[in-house]
């Protein structure tokens, strides 16, 4: 009679073990903040940045470039100052990669900043977290900053060709200034159905706080070209004029920004 009975206590026992143990999981449940959820490339905000060297370069396009580069409403500046910014930065999360930016200063509602055109970067966490929290436009790249006999060189490369070369003369070492930097994206997301418009098409506004500038370099000799490729066509950006370059040595802080226009319900 018992062994009779024996699968009808197993099957017991086996619903009881099933009703007392944990509930596994989902994917959805687990809270991950990015995909893949059993292992996020990336965490929330804040990100801290420490020890970053930073080289920007100033200079003067056409005002048609701006008009045509800067989407509305944010409004171009009027001296047509765009900025190519390369820097070695070591990230929480992220540890040590190199990026370079490609900016306009702008305003919006009486607000300075910078638009952010074009970022090339090395690794894949940063692009991956830039491109779906902020907006930031970014690409793979290689990026390689080397200081030769007193003269910054830095050079942006992406499938084997030479995008961007700069370089600047370390000269002076000019007194820090705390500058608080704002950085607008357009933060586009297609859809996954056909013809259908964009999930998400957005400005965004982030302005990077404790920021902490430990020495700056200052120059007015400094150069700057752009190369030439089907793909990531940096030569229809005319340089009409270098204006000057900074080098500075930094920490500062990541965090979370504001939308501050959305294309979908404006229309």
């Keep these: 009679m018992f062994r009779k009975a024996f699968p009808f206590i197993l099957i017991g026992l086996v619903v009881l073990v099933a009703a007392t143990s944990p509930t596994k999981t989902s994917a959805t449940d687990e809270k ?5 959820t059993m292992a996020p490339l990336f965490g929330p905000p804040p990100i801290e940045y420490r020890d970053g060297w930073t080289m920007a370069i100033t200079f003067k396009t056409t005002p048609e470039v701006l008009r045509d580069l800067v989407p509305k409403p944010l409004v171009p500046n009027p001296q047509n100052l765009m900025v190519l910014i390369n820097s070695s930065l070591f990230a929480s999360d992220f540890g040590q990669y190199n990026e370079m930016i490609l900016a306009a200063p702008v305003g919006f509602e009486g607000k300075p900043g910078n638009y ?12 991956a977290g830039g491109r779906e929290i902020w907006g930031f436009p970014k690409k793979l790249g290689q990026i390689k900053m080397e200081d030769k006999d007193g003269v910054l060189i830095t050079t942006v490369e992406r499938a084997g060709i030479m995008l961007v070369r700069a370089a600047m003369h370390l000269s002076q070492l000019v007194k820090p200034e705390a500058a608080i930097p704002t950085f607008f994206n357009l933060k586009l997301i297609p859809s996954v159905k056909k013809d259908a418009p964009p999930d998400v098409m957005r400005l965004t506004s982030t302005t990077l706080e404790n920021v902490n500038v430990h020495r700056v370099y200052y120059t007015n000799k400094a150069t700057l070209e752009f190369g030439t ?6 030569h229809k950006i005319p340089i009409k004029e270098v204006v000057g370059g900074r080098y500075t040595n930094w920490d500062f802080t990541l965090t979370y920004g504001e939308v501050i226009y959305d294309y979908l319900k404006a229309k």
């Design 116 to 127: 952010c055109i074009y970022l090339m970067l090395d690794h894949d966490g940063p692009i």
């Design 32 to 36: 991950a903040y990015s995909m893949p």
């Design 229 to 234: 490729s089907p793909v990531d066509p940096f």
